[in-house]
């Protein structure tokens, strides 16, 4: 089909301008004066960011928090997976439930629900718990690293469970069965044949999860800021944020060391996965699925996972929906009750600021995952279909931005943008959401490309189809599923994207999630339960509707065929 040199050079350039741009300004930044002395070399930056009597303080926390979230989430995702592909526990259901919808979810509401249940002021939790304990002083207190450790280890346990479960789905339980008649225990195989085999998936779960956390605001914002408990990403956002002069050199310095950092775990990563070959366990047909029987564990393991399922998905909405209905943060009473209205929504229906940022976020979810598809596309069928040095070189840059942190990128395309008339607009925001998420449109992509034979698009050329004929006519049709996922997973992406958006929006130019962190900081806890709510409903809708046409357009090929 299309072998154009000419088509990879291209993507090669579009990709490498989205990707290698922002590293390149971010470093360039790093050594001038500030934006309005851009190439005035200075060490001035990274003397002053390094030697900040702060700094080690906040290295510590950022290494804390990575790796205690990289620890919640695995241990989480080794459970459930254990659960879900080796015993016969009843709805196993739930957990794909738990590793979809917690992605419609935006972070920074799910950080939000929390810190309303356990804030020690006024936490809903809080407040009951010292009401029925008749307690003078609350008993737990978001406002920690232990904190913002749980809250950001159970947001990144869908990442850790889509990693381990297929590793753990296909073991070959004959190792197991062979220990257990040498007479080892269950804990004695588990760690000595069980844990041993899934080495490469436990510890590409740990690095992912601390690329993740690194990469995380909206827990470290929502739930660290206020308790002074700083980390990386929330030091940058002090540095550009805070103060009568922001320090972009500054915050550029800083950034280059999260930037190196992720980099590296990345690649670890993907070392890990590719020798995840030597692990292999099934090789022939000896492989025999078996099932642990739970026996009378099985009621109260199902209790865990439906727990876990409740706190992950149904107790952030309660807890927002309910708060979003009162004038101020209170715990469940009948005072409570009797002062529940709508006033928040009529507030936030009529504040022309967050319709603006409404509409934004929709229009960049819409056009964006569209736009992003689009190249992810030619960019995937390049990969797969031309194994050339320069489609390599293509595969290489298009994953690299899958490392970048979006505060760290955002600074370095505020470097970029501020010298052109894109600066402050959504056109700044488009560019920056489609350098930072094309990952999740290409992989999808790749993946329905490989199922696609070679054979089909030679015999369109051979009946005398055109190379574009042929995209349209035989591969595009094949590619609905894979374009379908793609679609969705940016757009929800867009749609609640924060760490990029603090950085690059403008008065003009706000996004949901930024208003949301403005209601925060400000402590509208009512408008922005409601506004929260309301950006839910059409993360949720965007899926519903791109799942229901992506089968209806497969009913349709399937007719015509």
């Known amino acids: 089909m299309i072998r154009k040199p000419s088509l990879t050079l291209t993507l090669i350039l579009i990709v490498g301008f989205l990707t290698i741009c922002p590293v390149l300004m971010l470093f360039l930044g790093s050594f001038s004066q500030g934006l309005g002395a851009f190439g005035t070399f200075t060490l001035e930056k990274y003397i002053s960011a390094y030697t900040d009597p702060d700094f080690a303080e906040i290295l510590l926390n950022t290494l804390i928090f990575t790796l205690g979230s990289a620890v919640v989430a695995t ?60 307690l003078e002083d609350a008993l737990l207190n978001i406002y920690t ?20 479960a297929p590793a753990m789905g296909s073991f070959d339980v004959s190792l197991e069965e062979s220990s257990k008649v040498c007479g080892a225990s269950f804990f004695r195989t588990l760690t000595r044949v069980t844990l041993p085999v899934l ?14 956390s690194l990469a995380s605001f909206a827990v470290p914002s929502v739930i660290g800021m206020p308790g002074r408990k700083y980390v990386l990403a929330t030091h940058i956002y002090r540095t550009i944020s805070t103060g009568f002069a922001t320090d972009y050199g500054k915050a550029a310095a800083i950034g280059m060391s999260a930037l190196a950092a992720s980099i590296v775990l990345i690649y670890l990563y993907r070392y890990l996965t590719a020798e995840s070959s030597r692990y292999v366990t099934i090789s022939s047909r000896g492989y025999k699925p078996t099932l642990l029987d739970l026996k009378s564990a ?42 529940i209205s709508f006033k928040n929504w009529v507030g936030v229906l009529k504040d022309p600021i967050s319709l603006l940022a409404l509409k934004n976020s929709l229009t960049l979810g819409l056009a964006g995952a569209t736009l992003g598809v689009i190249l992810s596309i030619f960019v995937s069928y390049v990969i797969v279909k031309m194994r050339t040095t320069a489609s390599g070189i293509l595969e290489s840059l298009s994953f690299l931005s899958f490392s970048f942190p979006g505060i760290v990128i955002g600074v370095g395309f505020m470097w970029f943008f501020v010298h052109t008339p894109l600066y402050g607009t959504l056109w700044a925001l488009l560019i920056g959401y489609i350098a930072t998420y094309l990952p999740y449109g290409i992989r999808p992509l790749s993946s329905a490309f490989v199922q696609i034979h070679s054979h089909l698009e030679e015999s369109s050329r051979v009946c005398g189809a055109g190379p574009f004929q042929t995209m349209r006519r035989i ?54 339960s409601a506004l929260g709510i309301i950006m839910i409903f059409f993360s949720s809708t965007l899926v519903i509707a791109a799942s229901l046409l992506g089968r209806k357009l497969m009913k349709t090929q399937s007719l015509s065929a």
């Open 199 to 212: 080495r490469p998936a436990i510890l590409a779960s740990g690095i992912l999860v601390i690329v993740r």
């Open 145 to 164: 690293l232990p904190g913002m450790i749980l809250v950001e280890g159970l947001l990144d346990l869908p990442i850790a469970y889509l990693i381990i």
């Open 75 to 134: 241990l989480l995702a080794l459970f459930l997976a254990y659960m879900n592909t080796r015993t016969n526990i009843p709805f196993k259901f739930l957990f794909g439930v738990i590793t979809i919808i917690p992605m419609m979810i935006p972070h920074i509401l799910f950080a939000v629900s929390w810190v309303l249940l356990l804030n020690p002021s006024n936490g809903i939790l809080n407040r009951l718990l010292m009401q029925a304990f008749g």
């Open 475 to 528: 591969v595009i049709p094949l590619l609905i599923p894979g374009i379908i996922s793609a679609w969705i997973l940016m757009a929800t992406m867009f749609v609640r994207e924060l760490t990029l958006s603090v950085v690059l929006s403008r008065p003009g130019s706000e996004v949901l999630a930024v208003q949301i962190l403005r209601f925060a900081e400000d402590g509208l806890w009512g408008r922005l």
């Open 298 to 339: 099985r009621i109260p393991l199902f209790g865990i996972v439906g727990f876990l399922s409740f706190i992950l998905i149904v107790l952030p909405v309660v807890v927002l929906f309910y708060t979003s209905l009162l004038p101020y943060v209170m715990a469940p009473s009948a005072r409570a009750f009797s002062l």
